[in-house]
């Protein structure tokens, strides 16, 4: 985590390249409401999924612990001085990944916690931090299998640092082809950009975290032969930070208390994403259950669907833009303060703060899609933080 936060600058200054290239030459690439709302995600899945790797952590350990007597490979010639040890691992922790990332396509209640990522409808670097509340549930249990192998945790947490930090930059339109030998080995770009898009022939592809190898083994490559379009073929239309997160795992317990068949409900848990109970599947017809058999009947609706974006602000709303921006920066940096120093406050002041950390965010969706209502969630959280400030302050 530490190593991820110490380059988290360096992210920034790459997307700052990134928005004067593109203003530069002409690109609308980027636009402000969509990238407020990828890096509030991107702050909140810190509060959340922080502590969640914490909790794999715990568990790598004592998966480690157990492995102690038994003597594994990578004990007896790969230990961590060994140079082959850090290269075994950052291969075998990809494949990992691969595999992770593929079934949180394919089985719905992963998919829950990585649909975040795909819902905005834009593609620059800031969609790279995008990220889910729940995303080392869905990922970070399939490493655990590394622990039983005799990788240290150490090793395994800094090997998965660098390969986040790897996924950051292949998240451009700014970088069409690389060399071919390049491509042919490595994820790019390009082949993150098919994975990215809602166009029938690109979805279910790419999904390399630094190998492209691993997609082309398998059958899941697909290159990149004409300009996708991004985002979920169901968009969700609003910059709410909650229901982008929850609006999968909503629909599956909505489907589990209305299905009159509780088997089929608890069995689409573990479905294709658009697998649902058969007295509440509305999408599939004359009885097609094969949701990819589905989705090639349906290409050219797909593929015709009319691009509905989000709401842009006006270009001469430059105040409003500035207030959205530092009601961005506002809890940001209360939410980094907090995660270094929160084992200084108890429980209930540290869920408090954490509470209105997410309302705080909640509430910039709201400003950021231009809702009249914006003041019913503003003044709340005015009046909370001045009440939590009033607190921190008297004691």
Same mark, same amino acid.
């Given at each position: 985590?530490?190593?991820?936060?110490?380059?988290?600058? $360096?992210?920034?200054?790459?997307?700052?390249?990134?928005?004067?290239?593109?203003? &530069?030459?002409?690109?609308?690439?980027?636009?402000?409401?969509?990238?407020?709302?990828?890096?509030?995600?991107?702050?909140?899945?810190?509060?959340?999924?922080?502590?969640?790797?914490?909790?794999?952590?715990?568990?790598?350990?004592?998966?480690?612990?157990?492995?102690?007597?038994?003597?594994?490979?990578?004990?007896?010639?790969?230990?961590?001085?060994?140079?082959?040890?850090?290269?075994?691992?950052?291969?075998?922790?990809?494949?990992?990944?691969?595999?992770?990332?593929?079934?949180?396509?394919?089985?719905?209640?992963?998919?829950?916690?990585?649909?975040?990522?795909?819902?905005?409808?834009?593609?620059?670097?800031?969609?790279?931090?995008?990220?889910?509340?729940?995303?080392?549930?869905?990922?970070?249990?399939?490493?655990?299998?590394?622990?039983?192998?005799?990788?240290?945790?150490?090793? &395994?947490?800094?090997?998965?640092?660098?390969?986040?930090?790897?996924?950051?930059?292949?998240?451009?339109?700014?970088?069409?082809?690389?060399?071919?030998?390049?491509?042919?080995?490595?994820?790019?770009?390009?082949?993150?950009?098919?994975?990215?898009?809602?166009?029938?022939?690109?979805?279910?592809?790419?999904?390399?975290?630094?190998?492209?190898?691993?997609?082309?083994?398998?059958?899941?490559?697909?290159?990149?032969?004409?300009?996708?379009?991004?985002? @979920?073929?169901?968009?969700?239309?609003?910059?709410?930070?909650?229901?982008?997160?929850?609006?999968?795992?909503?629909?599956?317990?909505?489907?589990?208390?209305?299905?009159?068949?509780?088997?089929?409900?608890?069995?689409?848990? $573990?479905?294709?994403?658009?697998?649902?109970?058969?007295? @509440?599947?509305?999408?599939?017809?004359?009885?097609?259950?094969?949701?990819?058999?589905?989705?090639?009947?349906?290409?050219?609706?797909?593929?015709?669907?009319?691009?509905?974006?989000?709401?842009?602000?006006?270009?001469?709303?430059?105040?409003?833009?500035?207030?959205?921006?530092?009601?961005?920066?506002?809890?940001?940096?209360?939410?980094?303060?907090?995660?270094?120093?929160?084992?200084?406050?108890?429980?209930?002041?540290?869920?408090?703060?954490?509470?209105?950390?997410? $309302?705080?965010?909640?509430?910039?969706?709201?400003?950021?899609?231009?809702?009249?209502?914006?003041?019913?969630?503003?003044?709340?959280?005015?009046?909370?933080?001045?009440?939590?400030?009033?607190?921190?302050?008297?004691?």
């Amino acid at each position: 985590m530490r190593l991820i936060e110490s380059i988290v600058p $360096f992210y920034f200054l790459l997307m700052l390249i990134e928005i004067i290239y593109t203003r &530069y030459t002409k690109k609308d690439y980027y636009f402000y409401e969509d990238s407020l709302a990828d890096l509030s995600l991107g702050v909140l899945s810190r509060i959340f999924d922080g502590l969640i790797l914490l909790g794999i952590v715990f568990l790598y350990s004592k998966l480690y612990d157990l492995s102690i007597g038994v003597e594994t490979l990578s004990k007896i010639f790969l230990g961590p001085s060994s140079f082959l040890h850090w290269i075994v691992l950052f291969v075998l922790l990809d494949f990992l990944f691969y595999l992770a990332h593929r079934y949180s396509h394919e089985i719905k209640i992963l998919w829950a916690s990585h649909v975040v990522h795909h819902s905005s409808e834009e593609f620059n670097l800031s969609v790279a931090l995008r990220q889910s509340f729940i995303r080392n549930i869905g990922i970070g249990m399939f490493y655990l299998p590394l622990a039983l192998l005799g990788f240290p945790v150490e090793s &395994y947490l800094i090997i998965d640092a660098l390969n986040r930090t790897y996924q950051f930059w292949v998240h451009t339109r700014t970088i069409k082809k690389l060399p071919s030998w390049f491509e042919a080995v490595f994820v790019t770009p390009s082949h993150h950009r098919v994975h990215h898009a809602m166009n029938p022939e690109y979805i279910d592809k790419n999904y390399g975290g630094v190998f492209i190898i691993w997609d082309k083994i398998f059958g899941t490559y697909c290159e990149e032969t004409f300009e996708p379009r991004y985002g @979920l073929t169901s968009q969700l239309h609003n910059y709410d930070p909650i229901n982008a997160n929850v609006h999968v795992l909503k629909d599956l317990f909505s489907d589990l208390i209305h299905t009159k068949n509780k088997w089929q409900g608890i069995v689409s848990f $573990f479905s294709y994403p658009s697998v649902r109970p058969d007295d @509440l599947q509305m999408v599939m017809d004359r009885g097609v259950r094969d949701p990819k058999v589905w989705l090639s009947h349906h290409r050219l609706e797909l593929a015709n669907k009319v691009h509905n974006p989000l709401h842009r602000l006006p270009s001469g709303k430059f105040f409003y833009r500035v207030y959205l921006f530092f009601q961005f920066i506002f809890p940001t940096i209360l939410t980094l303060y907090f995660l270094k120093r929160m084992h200084l406050f108890n429980l209930p002041e540290v869920s408090s703060v954490f509470v209105l950390l997410v $309302f705080s965010f909640y509430s910039l969706g709201k400003l950021l899609e231009g809702k009249k209502e914006w003041f019913r969630v503003e003044i709340p959280k005015y009046f909370s933080w001045l009440f939590l400030l009033v607190y921190f302050f008297t004691n």
